[in-house]
């Protein structure tokens, strides 16, 4: 498969990082992944609390955990000194380390001799896995079912409502894996592709390879990038929609998004507008593809007015409107199971 | 810009390369560009003559060339230790080299060194120039008329299309520029970006590069990639059609093709339906986007045949239909100039 897979479970490597904002990363594999994570390792000098048993490297790696996640964010995306020694300390622990910072461990000799000797691995999730080279895409009809996430614009909820789909669907006993396309995906679930990095040619290759042949009643949960609204980042959202040749997309929204982030000229497409250019451009891989709801973040919003947004979509719409925070993906889950 | 800028005028290295077929390059720079040919390169045994004066690389140089293209294939894409030494009799002459070879100029450290002692360059215009990293796209309106020609497929006639149209505008006094994206195209006219290099991400912003700013009356025409209707490449496609934010597109289609090469699943779209499917993606760049007509290739049939099919097509669409090697693009430029 030449995919990422990292070994879990986790110790999570909080640091010096006192503000829970910074470790994004750490947070959302406890929210999505707790059952993976054996501890947080914080500096005496005071980290964060993620709620977990504080473990050092060592007892950590006695206690069953595989592999030191960085879970924080670091200025600039450098790895600092301090915490250059701590990965030095797992690696001697006999733990993995996966990291997302844009300063690669595997660029650092001292440390890929050291991983080496311990005979454990170094996983910088920014970037291909080595010796991972993209085929160009076959096209061809994979066994079981796919479900893509797909939004009006980035930055508007798709890896949580993907993270969520994956939970609801589970719960209600289904056969359903989430499958991540960007880093802190890959970091929550261990495996996946981080495809911002992959050459154009080579992207909807890449992305077939995410949701190999499965059962019949299984569902592939593909997380989405960008938008095909979006002036830079289309081409990205198109290869991920043709590789992944979904059955079934959910459409992502910021509820009081009226604009493409930072792109001030462009204003957001309406829901329709979203939901006819996925379907005119995924059926040339899946001539069934369909809408299977829209996924509303109203975190922005009284609660009153996103229930009553909810429920105008869904009127104007005739498709569920669902909250991942607020209703759970239920609504569009009864929807799909309907088809 | 940091964009492909190679000198002109050539010497078109032939080699020992006997058969037309395989000096497609050189052919093509001849074809197109006679004008910045100062010459041919064979070797005495015997190389096709593309009809040019027979120069070494030393006379070449006095006689004012520029820069030695590599004009034929080689045999897995490897430079041929003859052809190695021809490549290092132009440096010493004080000739760039420019190749297209998937054996790079740049990966051998000798002919590195003695570029760099001689002052010259070496172009290897597979993959990015060097220190090019491509920008975000922005997705601001440009000034000046831009033209994109898009494929019902690969290998329609896309880059001849444009290329046609450069010569046939400029022959009524009109501004055009041809836009490379592929490495023939770059090679031909010496400018350019071989965008099938290029991270997803950074696709659109690349191609803007592409065509700045230019006078009110100035049609770029930018040479096309891949097909929204390919199951590998359209993000590429999809990328070049949002770059180029075109005020016109020209839809290639080689007249007897009913399948994607390679791909006998999916069959070629009908040409209505490659018109309405660029429209509904390119006008998030430029809401006025428009067909501009049809460039059909009709080669593989009879001339009755293709002007018959010429005809009904242009019955159908209302639009004009050209074969660019029966009826050059005039049809299509009157057409434009309507507007």
């Given amino acids: 498969m030449h995919l990422l897979d990292i070994p879990q479970p986790y110790l999570i490597f909080v640091g010096d990082n006192a503000d829970r904002l910074d470790v994004k990363t750490g947070a959302g594999i406890m929210?999505?992944?707790?059952?993976?994570?054996?501890?947080?390792?914080?500096?005496?000098?005071?980290?964060?609390?993620?709620?977990?048993?504080?473990?050092d490297p060592a007892s950590a790696r006695q206690a069953g955990a595989a592999t030191m996640?960085?879970?924080?964010?670091?200025?600039?995306?450098?790895?600092p000194p301090r915490w250059e020694e701590a990965v030095s300390e797992a690696i001697d622990a006999g733990l993995n380390v996966a990291s997302g910072l844009h300063d690669k461990l595997g660029a650092r000799p001292h440390l890929v001799k050291r991983a080496a000797e311990k005979g454990?691995?170094?996983?910088?999730?920014?970037?291909?896995?080595?010796?991972?080279?993209?085929?160009?895409?076959?096209?061809?009809?994979?066994?079981?079912?796919?479900?893509?996430?797909?939004?009006?614009?980035?930055?508007v909820g798709k890896k949580f409502t993907t993270l969520a789909l994956e939970r609801d669907m589970r719960a209600r006993g289904l056969k359903a894996t989430f499958r991540a396309t960007g880093q802190t995906g890959v970091l929550i679930s261990g495996q996946g592709l981080v495809i911002d990095a992959i050459v154009?040619?080579?992207?909807?290759?890449?992305?077939?390879?995410?949701?190999?042949?499965?059962?019949?009643d299984h569902w592939d949960l593909i997380e989405g990038q960008g938008s095909l609204f979006h002036p830079a980042y289309a081409a990205v959202s198109l290869g991920l929609l043709h590789g992944s040749q979904p059955d079934?997309?959910?459409?992502?929204?910021?509820?009081?998004?009226?604009?493409?982030?930072?792109?001030?000229?462009?204003?957001?497409?309406?829901?329709?507008?979203?939901?006819?250019?996925?379907?005119a451009n995924g059926r040339l891989l899946n001539p069934q593809i369909q809408c299977a709801g829209i996924s509303l973040n109203t975190s922005n919003l009284a609660p009153d007015d996103g229930r009553r947004m909810r429920q105008q979509i869904e009127d104007e719409l005739g498709l569920p409107c669902a909250d991942p925070s607020v209703t759970g993906m239920d609504p569009i889950i009864d929807h799909i199971l309907k088809w």
């Fill in 120 to 155: 454990v691995r170094l996983f910088d999730v920014r970037g291909l896995p080595e010796g991972f080279s993209p085929p160009i895409a076959k096209g061809s009809r994979r066994t079981g079912k796919r479900l893509l996430t797909v939004g009006t614009d980035c930055a």
């Fill in 69 to 79: 996640v960085i879970g924080g964010a670091s200025f600039g995306g450098k790895l």
């Fill in 31 to 55: 929210e999505w992944r707790p059952d993976r994570c054996m501890g947080q390792y914080r500096f005496p000098e005071g980290g964060c609390d993620l709620g977990l048993p504080d473990l």
């Fill in 200 to 216: 154009a040619d080579f992207l909807a290759g890449a992305v077939e390879l995410l949701s190999p042949d499965n059962a019949s």
């Fill in 248 to 279: 079934a997309f959910v459409v992502c929204h910021e509820a009081t998004r009226d604009r493409i982030l930072g792109y001030e000229d462009f204003p957001t497409p309406t829901l329709a507008e979203c939901i006819s250019l996925h379907v």
